[in-house]
């Protein structure tokens, strides 16, 4: 999870702190002055810039009102207002200033402190690494063939697992939540838009050429157990990189997604899971995923029929992390087992046996 806007600043000048004006908590807005060095040299030196210019700009008039060659006159107002505008520079390196709506996260230094002049940045979300992989199972030994009226869908999600609707399927997609912070060890003052959150993850290759801009996401943050918070994708990374060791790892896509309403409690730098829903089907027959062997025109399943086990062959389309949508070879209200289960004798236990009743 990571600020979509964040600031590192850092004073253009070293100098003595005379004033903090803010303090970690407090929200600030673009522009609004955060603290301030002691500048009574400089303000000596725009006053002496400014007398200088004076002085030019009355020789100046004095050849005008006697005719004379101004050229030289003019010349030295052109540098006696260089000089003015470098004071004047000079000055306001004296003071710093918030470049972006937030809230202040650190504060380093109190009035009186020494401070040296550092470079200061303002950022649009930060690039959050981490690794995931393709996760979801069936849990149970049994399962049953069944249609349902809600939707059902696939999903690309993160290492916690997506789960299939009934009714349709999910298949699993690794990705990482960002877990990055923003305040930088060496800034003076660090300010996060905490209104506006985003979470950067990575999809593998093959989840991420489902993906698109605007897609609905869900997101589970460790830190608020039990709490799904909804997101968007807003940029997919046109170009690939490569987790693991020397680079020869699982290729991956960056993914950034939007937090739509963020909750109390979510911050930059929790660890977060994504599940995207890339499809959907309704009113389907599906199975469990575990159910199924095989893959394409080679998938089959196991269906007890007056107590024996008859493998058949079946037509799968939609598949998902936990279930997937049967086209043809089997029909509701068949009883299907489960390939561990295969090898017992079948029983009528419902969940958890070696068969389960079919469902509607």
Same mark, same amino acid.
């Given at each position: 999870m990571v600020s979509a806007a964040s600031a590192n600043l850092n004073f253009e000048t070293s100098g003595t702190l005379r004033r903090v004006r803010v303090e970690p908590g407090e929200k600030v807005h673009r522009g609004q002055v955060l603290a301030s060095l002691s500048s009574a040299q400089a303000n000596r030196q725009l006053t002496a810039a400014n007398a200088q210019l004076a002085v030019a700009q009355q020789?100046?008039?004095?050849?005008?009102?006697?005719?004379? %060659?101004t050229a030289q006159a003019q010349s030295q107002v052109d540098q006696a207002r260089v000089q003015v505008?470098?004071?004047?520079?000079?000055?306001?390196?004296?003071?710093?200033?918030?470049?972006?709506?937030?809230?202040?996260?650190a504060v380093n230094g109190q009035?009186?402190?020494?401070?040296?002049?550092?470079?200061?940045?303002t950022t649009k979300g930060s690039s959050s690494m981490g690794s995931g992989g393709a996760s979801g199972s069936s849990a149970g030994?049994?399962?049953?063939?069944?249609?349902?009226?809600?939707?059902?869908?696939?999903?690309?999600?993160?290492?916690?697992?997506g789960s299939g609707s009934p009714g349709g399927s999910g298949s699993g997609a690794g990705s990482s939540g960002g877990a990055a912070g923003t305040a930088g060890a060496t800034s003076f003052v660090t300010i996060a838009d905490l209104d506006d959150l985003q979470v950067n993850a990575q999809f593998a290759e093959i989840d991420a050429a489902k993906l698109a801009e605007g897609q609905q996401a869900t997101l589970m943050v460790n830190?608020?157990?039990?709490?799904?918070?909804?997101?968007?994708?807003?940029?997919?990374?046109?170009?690939?990189?490569?987790? +693991?060791?020397?680079?020869?790892?699982?290729?991956?896509?960056?993914?950034?997604? %939007?937090?739509?309403?963020?909750?109390?409690?979510?911050?930059p730098g929790q660890s977060t899971?994504?599940?995207?829903?890339?499809?959907?089907v309704g009113d389907e027959l599906y199975l469990p995923s575990a159910?199924?062997? +095989?893959?394409?025109?080679?998938?089959?399943?196991?269906?007890?029929?007056?107590?024996?086990?008859?493998?058949?062959?079946?037509?799968?389309?939609?598949?998902?992390?936990?279930?997937?949508?049967?086209?043809?070879?089997?029909?509701?209200?068949d009883r299907i087992v489960l390939p561990a289960a295969a090898s017992a004798p079948p029983s009528r236990s419902g969940p958890g046996g070696g068969s389960g009743p079919a469902g509607g």
């Open positions: 020789s100046l008039d004095q050849a005008k009102s006697h005719k004379a %060659d505008g470098q004071a004047q520079e000079a000055v306001g390196q004296n003071t710093l200033r918030s470049t972006i709506d937030g809230t202040v996260t009035a009186g402190d020494r401070v040296s002049a550092g470079a200061s940045t030994s049994s399962g049953s063939a069944g249609s349902s009226g809600s939707s059902g869908s696939s999903e690309s999600s993160s290492p916690s697992g830190a608020l157990p039990g709490e799904k918070v909804s997101g968007h994708i807003t940029h997919i990374d046109p170009t690939a990189s490569a987790s +693991g060791s020397n680079g020869s790892g699982t290729v991956q896509y960056g993914v950034t997604l %939007d937090v739509d309403s963020p909750p109390g409690g979510l911050k899971s994504v599940s995207v829903v890339v499809s959907k159910a199924i062997q +095989g893959a394409g025109a080679q998938a089959t399943v196991v269906v007890l029929r007056n107590d024996q086990q008859l493998r058949r062959a079946v037509q799968v389309g939609l598949r998902g992390d936990q279930t997937t949508q049967i086209l043809s070879g089997v029909a509701e209200g």
